[in-house]
Nanobody
């Protein structure tokens, strides 16, 4: 059974940092690209960052470039999203995602709130 479990969200002041983690299980993690999405209240879910299976290639939404870093540890079946210089507009539920065996799979999400 494919499963993603996110953690690391919370309340942070503008300019602060957080690191999100997503622990994956039920499939060969090292064979699949992984993504982080986010969804703010009243808005559509949007792709934030992507990393390929080996961790050698990454892509980011323009508004987070230079502030967010996606990485992975294939030995731990975990993907991370390090977030720096957080802004109120980064407030959202963040979801781990992978297209596994032809289907989009999602975690339960972790709330990130950026507010003073």
């Amino acid at each position: 059974q494919v499963q993603f479990v996110e953690s690391g969200g919370g309340l942070v002041q503008p300019g602060g940092s957080l690191r999100l983690s997503c622990a994956a299980s039920g499939f060969t993690f090292s064979m699949y690209a992984m993504n982080w999405y986010r969804q703010a209240p009243g808005k559509e879910r949007e792709l934030v960052a992507t990393i390929n299976s080996a961790g050698a290639s990454t892509n980011y939404k323009d508004s987070v470039k230079g502030r967010f870093t996606i990485s992975r540890d294939n030995a731990k079946n975990t993907v991370y999203l390090q977030m720096f210089s957080l802004k109120p507009e980064d407030t959202a539920v963040y979801y781990c995602n992978g297209r596994i065996w032809g289907y989009d799979r999602w975690g339960q999400g972790t709330q990130v709130t950026v507010s003073s």
